[in-house]
């Protein structure tokens, strides 16, 4: 499967692609720390800078797999909670390149905060938006615990299934209730045709109820030496550590890639 990444900071997405034996066709980093990283461990994918003058039009019906951590400082209870007055909110960047690139999947992460800002506003308004572009959406709220690190870091994660017919010219969208709470159906030719085949997505979905919400270890600490607090760090060491506080845990994505592919190879 062919995967792409926007917002790819140092890669966790595609270190889980690759893990799934996925290629990955391109990522998309404005930062250059973190691109030079991409770059060295991904140095068969093309290389995209700054989303908002990139066209993703090249890769049309060649992405299975779209992810994105689309910037999570707008919502983040750690920040100045702007919102969408902040510039950083990019949601409108990352679904304009869902548009151009039409993928089969879109997986999308962003803190816990997304869900609760302006009354959940902007979190219903991403969902709507790729609903509106004929995706399924299953939103779950999984933390890096389940997967025993040492940290709880709360992460909302949107798992969406294009639901549109082929010939997607032709198609027009019509809302029905489905498997999610909502069908996307493509009328072709005065025939309604279910998008998914009445096949369901949910029997793939992995089993959250035994995920884990607290690890065996919260040291609270942040791996650096209270020693040190008062030394200036050259600016690598900086970049790493902002690198690292901005990046996802691969091992929470794989267990949704794994789901992926199951749907896949049973469909």
């Not at 920040?79 to 879109?106: F, N, S, T």
């Not at 959940?120 to 959406?137: I, R, S």
């Not at 939103?139 to 549109?164: C, E, M, Q, S």
């Not at 995920?211 to 200036?232: E, H, K, N």
Request: hydrophobic share 35%.
């Amino acid at each position: 499967m062919n995967h792409g990444s926007l917002f790819s900071g140092i890669g966790g997405f595609d270190l889980a692609a690759e893990w799934m034996g996925w290629t990955n066709v391109f990522h998309c980093e404005i930062e250059e720390f973190p691109r030079k990283v991409l770059e060295y461990h991904f140095p068969n994918s093309i290389t995209y800078e700054d989303i908002k003058e990139t066209d993703f039009t090249i890769h049309r019906g060649q992405i299975d797999i779209l992810t994105g951590g689309f910037p999570c400082q707008p919502y983040s209870t750690a920040g100045r909670r702007l919102g969408k007055e902040d510039d950083r909110h990019l949601w409108p960047e990352m679904l304009r390149a869902i548009r151009e690139i039409q993928p089969r999947w879109v997986v999308g992460e962003n803190v816990r905060g997304l869900v609760n800002w302006n009354g959940g506003l902007v979190f219903e308004e991403v969902q709507a938006d790729l609903e509106n572009e004929g995706y399924e959406v299953q939103p779950f709220i999984l933390p890096a615990t389940g997967v025993n690190a040492p940290h709880k870091r709360d992460r909302v994660w949107i798992v969406a299934k294009n639901t549109l017919c082929n010939g997607r010219s032709r198609c027009k969208r019509q809302t029905k209730p489905n498997e999610w709470g909502q069908r996307n159906t493509c009328t072709r030719d005065n025939e309604s045709v279910p998008a998914n085949n009445a096949k369901t997505w949910d029997k793939f979905r992995p089993n959250w109820e035994k995920f884990p919400t607290q690890s065996a270890l919260l040291r609270r600490d942040d791996g650096i030496s209270c020693d040190l607090d008062s030394i200036s760090f050259p600016k690598w060491r900086n970049e790493s550590i902002k690198a690292y506080g901005n990046a996802i845990v691969p091992q929470v994505v794989y267990p949704i890639y794994k789901a992926i592919e199951s749907y896949e190879n049973k469909n």
